[in-house]
Structure formats: C-alpha cells, structure tokens
C-alpha cells in the first residue's frame, strides 16, 4: 500500500472530481473555436479538447490511466511484478514531465484473480473512471474476460504476459511474445546446438500451454524432423509428478519441453531433483519460467535448466542496468526481474509514445497509431509495434545458475515477427 | 406460525410489505439514484440473490447445509453460456477457424465438430427448460442417493463440496468441450438482440428483478404451505416427523432440487448480464461465499437473503475499489462480525431492534411478531424469523 494514490478515497468522490471534470469539457470546444481565447493556459500542452475529444479522464494538467492485476489471490505473486515495473514507467514518466504536457495518474484495482472480478473492474475503469489506457491482466484467462469488456466500451488494454496467440484486437497492445515468437527459436536452438531430436511436452493443463504445445509438436515433427515422445498435462496446482518423471525416465527424450505453471512448479523441480535427474545431463527447456518463478523453486533445484523468453534481469545492455537500478531502487534490493515484469514495463511507455506520436489520448487514434512505435530504450533491447498489435523482440535462450539468474547463451540476431495466427502450425 | 388471521392467499401483511418494499427499492429506487453502470452491477449481485434464496429454503428451513450451491449457479450458467455461443460462433463469425461454426475454444483444442450434448442448445426453447431441470436431475440423483441413506448434517455438507471440487477439475480438465478455465466468454447475441449494450443490460436486469420477485413469491408460498412446515419440523426434530410416517428424504431431495433450480435461473442471469461464464463460479469458495451471502442476510429470512446478498457484495465492491491491497481483510472482519456480534443476520438485527420501534404501520405486526412462543434473541436461531 505504500505509495497508494489518489484513489484511496471513495469511488464515488472520485466519480464526482471526474463528473466536475467531464462537465468542464464540452465548454472548452467553443472557447477554442471563437478564436478568442488562442492561447491554451499551458504554453507547451496542447489544449485538452484538442486531445481528448471522447471524453476520457484528461484535464489540462493529468491524464488518468488504470492498473488493473491481482494483488490478492493466487496470481497476486506473479502480478506483483508487473504492478511494481508499470508504477515505476508511470513515475519515470512523469518525472520526464508526463504525456503530452499532463501528468499520468493512476488508479489500481485489483483483479483478485477472478476473471469475472477483472471483467468488473475493467468495466468500472472505463466507464467510471474514463481511464485513457489499462495496463493490465496477466493469465489469458483474465484477458479473455476483459477482451469484450475493452471492445465494446473502446478502451486500450497493455497486456504484457507471453501468451498463446490466436488473438488479435484493435483495442490491445501485446507486450508479451506470441506462442511462435517464443518457441521456435528456442527448439531451434536446441536443435542445433544440443542435436535434440527426440521431445517429452508437459505442461499446465489450459489453454496456453496446450497451444504452446501444439505449435512446438508441428515444429519438432515437421520442421526438425525430430519426435515427440510423450505428452502429458496437469491440472493447475497440481503437486504430484513422479509418474510422468517415470516416463522420462523410460523414454529418455533428448529435451524435456516444460509449460508447467505456478505453484506445480516447485513441486515438479524438486521431484525431479529428488528423483536424481541432472539437469546438466538431462536438457530441459521450458517457457515457464522466469526469475520470478525461481524465486519460489530455488535456484539450487533449478540449476542448468535453460529458459526460453525475451528478456533475463542479466541481460548486459545499459537501458537494462538502468532499468534494473531503477526497480531495486524503487521495490528494494532483493526484488527479481521476469520477463513479463520487464513486459509490463513497456506499457506505460510504449503508450506514451504512441499518445506523442498520434497527438492525442482518443483510443482510435492510438490504436491507429500503434504500429510503428519503436522503443529504444527498452530493456530487452528495442521493440517495435507490428500492424498486428503484437511487439517485434529477439528470443533468448537462458541457463539458470545457482544463484536464480540466467546466462544468456543464444539471442536470435534479428527481431522475430509477431505471427499471432501462425500457418501451418494450427 | 399459526393461521394468521390478517393472511392473504399465502402471505402475511408484513411479508407483502416487505415484498413491495423490496420491489420498489429494486424497480424505482436503484434505477433512479445509480448511473447505468453501478446499476449492472446490482444486477450482477441479484443473480446471487436467487443461490441465497435456495439457501434460505434449503439451509434456513430444512436444515441442509449445501457448500455446492455454486455448481447448480454454474450449470444454470453454462447451459445459458452454450446456447448464446454457438449463436456467437456462426460460421461467418469464426471463419478464420480452422472448423468454421463451432466454437473458438473447440477449435484451439483440434476438436472438428460440435460435440452431441451441445446439439440440442441451439434451441433457445430447450436451453431454457435446460436451465431449470438439469441441475434439478443433477440435484435429484446427489440427493436420492444421499437422503435415501440417511447421509445428513455434515457429511453432507462435505460431499457437496467435494461435489463442487469434483465438477470444477471437470470443467477445467475437459476444455475442449467446456471452454476449461477461460469459461465460455465472449458472448453477444441472443436472437439477433445484442446482450452487450447498455439499454439490452437495463432490459437484463428488469428481467432479473421480475424474476426474483416471482421466486420469493414461490419461496414464501413453499414456505406457508403444509410443506413448508414440515421442513422445519424435519430440521428440529427429525426423527418425528419420521416416525409420524412423513418420508423425510423425499422431502428433502425436493427442497435441494427447488434449491438447484433456483441457484441455476441466477447462474443464468448471470451469463447474460455478464456476458461470460467460468469454472470460478463452481468451485468450492464461490460457493461458500453464496452461503455467507445466506448468512449475512439471516438465513432464516427469505428477504434478507436478498439484501444480505445485496449488502456483502456491495462492500466487496467499494472495498476492493478504494483498498486494492486490503480489501480482503475488511471483508473478512465484516463476516467475523457477522457471526460474533449478529448471528441472526441483518434480518436478526431487524426483528430485535428495528421492527419493534417503528409505527403502526408496522408497529402491529411487529408486536404480535415480538411476543410468541419465544422472543427472538440472538443464538435461538430458529425462533427469530418465524
């Protein structure tokens, strides 16, 4: 709760500043259009009827955005992060002197990881608040409750999560990799350098696991010409998995491909350990976790795994020293870095640009102009906005040390087109 | 309860007041003082209303403490949710599926066609009488096999729950067929009426308030009858209702299926004020929720029910909104009051406080309420709402 803002009071004294806001909009129209009053009240800020002509939560000084992840429940760990990387872009940017000429105000709600809660608030942060953009959601599941909720009132959600694909929307910017982004350059890699050929698939049994799987099985068999050897899923929260441990055991796959998610994960490293199978012998590469989710397993049961994602806390480029500086400074010293936390981050930003660039807050606009943003200063490197809403960035390829971070030990050399409706992999 | 001698049909006068109190708060009040927003989300709150009035009947009455009201909630929910999908799921709108026509979520999970048992939710006709009687047969086979042998007070209270458990690692494990933990979303039509815009939600929730109004009407007519009698002599001595020859079990498997049906009507309303349906509604917590709901508003009282519903999940609203971080804490004191400070509920704190101050429009009624057999107090539960 510590740096809890504005919206600690009540909703409703919060709907009534913004009523007292909305109610001051229409007149601003007719002084700008009698030409009397040419001079806006902030010489470097264009004027708020210029940039906002729907109606959103803009005065001449702030500009309202919204937070909306769980910080309850059992994603509140995972969420955490990204909460803490979107209010540190948001003060960042505000101490650049904000978006064009306001100041970024926030308002968070929290999913409780419920999908019909996120639904509610998404509903409640546009409709009552006029929020200008939403950072927010993490599981597709809490994204596929909001997803309507965003199409039908026209609001802009950040969504920064790696995911599944098979999505599209005018009204959301991916931050995160697409299932093809993720994967393929990771089997690549294990292809070549480690002459996999033989694949054991597990993961959490929902849907990105089960399409992650599904595009990786079509890539082993038909571009690797390699095969799979076993599948298997569990339920979420599942702890028990020596029986699939046996059956590594029996089929000996050149690599473990693993997506298996959340709390399952302590549990499946530690029997894995436990069942003596050695990581610096037996390759296993997975999607699932980050420096976050090592945090939880231990860095000792995890070592010389490999972990396919975008972006590692280790990366060595100076706007990742920064960015890493900056979040310890800010969440304390002990705090890690995933790669959707460093997703997260890229909202606020990438929102801030696209709002520059199109010279308003208008939703139609923004998405309009969204393809095309490129962020320089990103962590992970630099990204650029596709016409599909989803982000161009490389794939890393990272071994887990001791000590819960990760040697890079492959980046692709170009950044990898977002394919959210991949051919040939369906 | 005696004969009353101020009765009409099955109602007292001061259960016609509260119903018309009710429905004016419902229809006239709420409409006008809260923005088409806020509104909806009281909509949302009256679904769970319908779980807490099967509670009321079944747990308040008949003494059949259910912790699986959620998965009646959320069969109701699903039949409704796999009807509006498969409109939603025309071939013109999911054409770049692989399998145009069937449903996104089958398609993300290689299924080709459309499973047998969602054939028949293409008729809205069918879906509707779906709604009602599923989870009443669901509700019918758990409770023949359960009251038959006397399964009774607490264990049952278990085996519904483990029943709650049991259908959510279903729904979640089946995906390809139920959507699996996303639920079924992205919902629109119904009939061509697009259910997504603000005047279809105004109409949803009219539709809702008319809905429950007839439902407390049935609830309170259940109540008033022979049958409603014997529940309750069936929840405080259950042995002699038995041995006065009542089957005792066929009554219970009919309270818990009128229970079920109503929990289902709420689950769906609730899809098509909501828009989508999901595994979180079915589970074990949701559905101790609808029991606290039950128990916030008195358990004993069928309007309470309501408003308890009304009051628990517009504080978990507010908190959540102006506290992200520790709403959960304010909730959690709120329910530790309820049981320590007021167990009877808010209707409790009505009957010993309110209701017998207040002037003869009610003063009357309230009196000759305050003075059978046993005063209310708190702790006698059963003698406060009667």
Partial sequence: MSSNNDNSSKFSSTRRKLLMGMAALPAAPLLANTGLFSTPAFAQAPATSAVNTTGLAVTDTEVTVGILHSVTGTMAISETGSVQAEKLAIEQINAMGGVLGRKIKFIQEDGASDWPTFAEKAKKLLVNDKVAAIMGCWTSASRKAVLPVVEQYNGMLYYPTFYEGLEQSKNVIYTGQEATQQILAGLDWVNKTKGAKSFYLIGSDYIWPRTSMKIARKHIENKLSGKVVGEDYFPLGHTQFNSVINKFKLTKPDVIYAAVVGGSNVAFYKQLKAAGIDLSKQTLLTISVTEDEIDGIGGENFVNAYSCMKYFQSLDNPNNKDFVAAFKKMWGEKTVIGDVTQAAYLGPWLWKMTVEKAGSFDVDKIAEASPGIEFTKAPEGYVKIHPNHHLWSKTRVGQAQADGQFKVVFETPELIEPDPFPKGYQ | ?386
């Avoid at chain 2, 049935?218 to 309750?232: E, H």
């Avoid at chain 2, 066929?250 to 828009?275: D, E, H, P, R, Y």
Wanted: with cysteine; hydrophobic share 50%.
């Fill in chain 2, 1 to 386: 309860m005696s004969k009353a001698s101020g009765r009409t049909f099955f109602l007292r006068p001061q259960d016609i007041i509260g119903i018309v109190v009710l429905a004016f708060i419902l229809v006239v009040v709420l409409p006008l003082t809260l923005d088409n927003f806020r509104l909806q989300f009281v909509g949302k709150y009256l679904t769970y209303a319908f779980v807490a009035l099967g509670l009321v009947l079944c747990w308040g009455y008949a003494g059949i403490l259910s912790l699986g009201q959620g998965v009646f909630f959320g069969l109701g929910g699903y039949c409704m949710a796999m009807f509006l999908k498969l409109e939603a799921s025309s071939p013109a709108n999911t054409k770049i599926q692989t399998t145009p026509g069937i449903p996104d979520f089958m398609d993300w999970n290689q299924i080709t066609e459309l499973p047998w048992f969602w054939e028949p939710f293409k008729s809205f006709g069918f879906t509707t009488v779906a709604v009602v009687l599923v989870p009443a047969f669901f509700a019918l086979v758990l409770g023949y096999a359960m009251f038959k042998r006397r399964v009774g007070g607490v264990y049952f209270a278990i085996i519904t729950q483990a029943l709650a458990a049991i259908m959510t690692i279903l729904i979640i494990g089946q995906q390809g067929y139920t959507g699996g933990i996303n639920g079924i979303t992205d919902l629109r039509t119904l009939h061509g009426w697009d259910i997504r815009t603000d005047s279809a939600k105004t109409i949803l929730y009219f539709v809702c308030v008319a809905l429950l109004i007839a439902c407390i009407l049935l609830a309170f007519y259940v109540k008033s009858s022979k049958l409603g009698r014997i529940l309750v002599a069936m929840r405080d001595k259950e042995d002699r209702v038995r041995f006065s020859g009542y089957d005792v079990s066929s009554f219970k498997i009919f309270v818990f299926c009128l229970a079920a049906s109503l929990s289902a009507i709420g689950g769906a309303m609730f899809t098509l004020q909501v828009g989508f349906m999901s595994p979180s509604f079915v589970g074990i917590v949701p559905s101790i929720e609808m029991v606290i709901y039950t128990a916030v508003g008195g358990r004993l009282s069928i309007l309470g029910a309501i408003y308890g519903t009304l009051v628990v999940n517009w504080a978990k609203t507010s908190f959540s909104e102006s506290f992200p971080e520790l709403w959960l804490f304010g909730l959690g004191g709120l329910f530790i009051a309820v049981v320590l400070i007021f167990p009877n509920g808010i209707a409790g704190l009505w009957q010993t406080y309110i209701a017998p101050h207040l002037g003869p429009l009610f003063g009357g009624v309230a009196k000759r309420k305050a003075t059978p057999p046993a005063p209310p107090s708190p702790g006698t539960a059963p003698a406060a709402a009667e």
